[in-house]
């Protein structure tokens, strides 16, 4: 990456990305954002509000005309897919290449990459166009769990199995899709919920790590009582789960867990909790 700092006109409002829940002032800060994102770019970024923004606040009009060529160029595109789409009986023509479009000047205007860091970047942009948008979602979801911001995530999944077509993406796929929206409830301290979606994801894929998840989650939110009588329903293998609480009870003793408590006890609990709001609350935008 060529620089970080802002050498351009910041604007005096706001550019806000829905993605992320953020406001942006300045190309650098977008470029940032488009660098560090690229499974978010989306309807979000390819609009013509943001031709408009950088219009009227960062006043690099020459910018906001090829945007906005570019934009009624992917707008048409969108159209002939939907018409083939049609004709077709489902099939659609190749969007390929539409979001390089309208994302690539605005590297070029800030000089914010290199020119082989552009060609890296347009290969990894032309890879995810060509997934499906059931793909992209969940990549969106993914990424949204990675940067703790819980409820977006959730909603991203919940989105993808709502629409859901079994013949289109494996059961592998639903099966990540189910796992990786109870972490994500598991993230929002919604444990019942994710216990949940791990028993959906394990009725697809009967896989022993998703297993651990929802007998690791039942504690959880139950009493011992209630706890047991549960293995007792699922007929659990106790071999298994006592080789998984073993495993459990052995991440309590990580060094890098230890030391993390460690570091949180010496702190003023003042700011521990400071600390816990904010995360809670960035994790809750939806």
């Known amino acids: 990456m060529s620089y970080d700092l802002c050498l351009l006109k910041q604007a005096s409002q706001p550019y806000y990305i829905e993605n992320i829940r953020t406001g942006i002032y300045s190309l650098e800060e977008l470029c940032f954002y488009l660098h560090n994102n690229i499974c978010l770019i989306d309807e979000s970024i390819i609009n013509e509000k943001l031709c408009d923004w950088i219009r009227d606040e960062l006043h690099l009009n020459r910018l906001y005309r090829q945007l906005y060529d570019q934009l009624q160029r992917i707008e048409e595109q969108s159209r002939k897919n939907q018409t083939a789409q049609r004709g077709s009986g489902g099939e659609k023509t190749s969007a390929q290449g539409l979001a390089a479009s309208f994302v690539l000047p605005i590297f070029r205007e800030a000089g914010y990459l290199t020119s082989q860091e552009m060609h890296a970047y347009q290969d990894q942009l032309a890879k995810l166009e060509v997934q499906s948008e059931e793909m992209k979602q969940k990549l969106r979801g993914d990424y949204l769990v ?138 809750t935008r939806t």
């Open 146 to 283: 990675k940067e703790k911001m819980f409820a977006r995530a959730v909603w991203m999944y919940r989105q993808i199995l709502k629409n859901r077509n079994p013949g289109k993406l494996g059961t592998q796929f639903y099966a990540a899709v189910w796992n990786n929206l109870g972490a994500a409830c598991a993230g929002l301290f919604r444990f019942e919920e994710a216990a949940d979606c791990f028993m959906e994801s394990w009725r697809l894929m009967k896989t022993k790590e998703t297993f651990r998840k929802y007998i690791s989650a039942l504690p959880l939110f139950l009493s011992e009582e209630e706890y047991q009588e549960r293995l007792k329903e699922l007929q659990a293998d106790e071999y298994l789960v006592r080789t998984i609480q073993e495993y459990n009870a052995k991440l309590c003793e990580n060094p890098e867990f230890l030391a993390h408590r460690d570091q949180v006890r010496e702190r003023p609990l003042g700011e521990t909790v400071d600390d816990l709001k904010e995360q809670y609350s960035r994790s």
